[in-house]
T-cell receptor, first 113, second 113 residues
């Protein structure tokens, strides 16, 4: 089925460890996004990529890096995880330029101890 | 800058009662407005959107919302709640021609028998 696939779905890390969240889409959309969701704070944009090879910071980029190596894949890396990065992370793609309609993956739940 | 305010982190209704979830926005340019729904342990799904044209927009599952420019509001309504409507609802805004959505903090709808 077409859509946005995130891996892993669950991860537990210790403080200081690194990891990469993977996101892949098969809808041929140009723009991809990483959001984090925290209770009472809604969704906050971490990074986004308007096209292959380009990335831009969102609202809360500190402590994260991203990579858009091709049109399908957009990864989010935590170089040195902190407890404040415990969250649910969502990858999304934009249906078409200038419409604002997003398709979301099912999320990756990360716990940093 | 764009922002969204959702009044009430939790709203409780009885099955069959009117559902009203409030959203007010701030935007320096004409906005696109969205309501997304999130069921437990899932990603967000588009419920409905306003871009241009008719200010009363209908979405899936019997929901509708009205764009009121004079009140900077985009409240979500449904005449009769079902148990299956229990979920978290997010209002979002983006300026026309722009790619980044700004989400509200969400309202959790609880439906009792």
């Amino acid at each position: 089925n077409a859509g946005v696939t995130q891996t892993p779905k669950f991860q537990v890390l210790k403080t200081g460890q690194s990891m990469t969240l993977q996101c892949a889409q098969d809808m041929n959309h140009n723009s991809m996004y990483w959001y984090r969701q925290d209770p009472g704070m809604g969704l906050r944009l971490i990074y986004y990529s308007a096209s292959e090879g380009t990335t831009d910071k969102g609202e809360v980029p500190n402590g994260y890096n991203v990579s858009r190596l091709n049109k399908r894949e957009f990864s989010l890396r935590l170089e040195s995880a902190a407890p404040s990065q415990t969250s649910v992370y969502f990858c999304a793609t934009l249906l078409a330029d200038n419409t604002g309609e997003l398709f979301f993956g099912e999320g990756s739940r990360l716990t940093v101890l | 800058a764009q922002s969204v305010t959702q009044l009430g982190s939790h709203v409780s209704v009885s099955e069959g009662a009117l559902v009203l979830l409030r959203c007010n926005y701030s935007s320096s340019v004409p906005p696109y407005l969205f309501w997304y729904v999130q069921y437990p342990n899932q990603g967000l799904q588009l419920l409905l959107k306003y871009t241009t044209g008719a200010t009363l927009v209908k979405g899936i599952n019997g929901f509708e919302a009205e764009f009121k420019k004079s009140e900077t509001s985009f409240h979500l309504t449904k005449p009769s709640a079902h148990m299956s409507d229990a979920a978290e609802y997010f209002c979002a805004v983006t300026p026309q021609g722009f790619q980044k959505l700004v989400f509200g903090t969400g309202t959790r709808l609880l439906v009792s028998p």
